[in-house]
């Protein structure tokens, strides 16, 4: 069975520092992983879908990349903004249809 | 574009009554549609998927069900709530095969029982 973990479950930092977020699964026989933001008491909004032959993706002051061999995934945040502040999801895409999330890392950024 | 749409917004019900939660797309054909419900503390859980009309599959056991009349209509149900289906109820779509596609999620559902 497929397990998604996210470490830490918090971090606050400055606004400006530049912040790394982890994801680790324990199957490396996956087709993609997706990472998510959700702010809260909201849906969640797709950032970057890393496909399994993928090493890495980016947009705007995201980059997610993909080890699978070693089952990582980091999201990279440049310069980060308040904007940024809310939980950001990890999920694992293995079998046809289903998705497997980590419990999230929720960020804060302070002004 | 896409729009994904989800009612009511919020719900809160008694302990033994029903349920029914509505989930519409709007600008696709055929989507893979998904019901998943996130938990105070938990992951979300995968409920159930459904490839096409009349099509559902279940992912956990539960109390509850799911249909899907309309090509882009996904409806949650129960006959009986139960105080642990309290949580956070989200609809997801995607194009084609799922497999490799990106998932798109609608504004959710919170839903507490008493």
């Known amino acids: 069975k497929q397990e998604v973990t996210q470490i830490p479950a918090a971090l606050s930092v400055p606004e400006g520092e530049n912040l790394v977020l982890n994801c680790s699964f324990t199957?490396?026989?996956?087709?993609?992983l997706q990472w998510f933001r959700q702010d809260p008491g909201k849906g969640l909004t797709s950032l970057l879908l890393i496909q399994s032959s993928q090493r890495e993706q980016t947009s705007g002051r995201l980059n997610a990349s993909l080890d699978k061999s070693s089952g990582r995934s980091t999201l990279y945040i440049a310069a980060s903004q308040p904007g940024d502040s809310a939980t950001y999801l990890c999920?694992?895409?293995?079998?046809?249809?289903?998705?497997?999330f980590g419990k999230g890392t929720k960020l804060s950024v302070i002004p | 574009s896409q729009t994904i749409h989800q009612w009511p917004a919020t719900l809160v019900q008694p302990v033994g009554s029903p349920l029914s939660l509505e989930c519409t797309v709007e600008g696709t054909s055929n989507p893979n549609l998904y019901w998943y419900r996130q938990a105070a503390g938990r992951g979300l859980q995968l409920l159930f998927y459904?490839?096409?009309?009349?099509?559902i599959s279940s992912e956990v056991p539960q109390n509850l069900s799911a249909s899907r009349p309309q090509d882009r209509q996904f409806i949650l149900s129960s006959k009986k709530l139960l105080l642990s289906d309290s949580g956070f109820y989200l609809c997801?779509?995607?194009?084609?095969?799922?497999?490799?596609?990106?998932?798109?999620f609608g504004p959710g559902t919170r839903l507490l029982v008493l």
């Open positions: 997801a779509w995607t194009y084609g095969s799922g497999a490799g596609e990106t998932q798109y």
């Open positions: 459904s490839v096409g009309i009349g099509q």
């Open positions: 199957d490396s026989a996956i087709y993609n």
């Open positions: 999920a694992v895409g293995a079998g046809s249809y289903q998705l497997t």
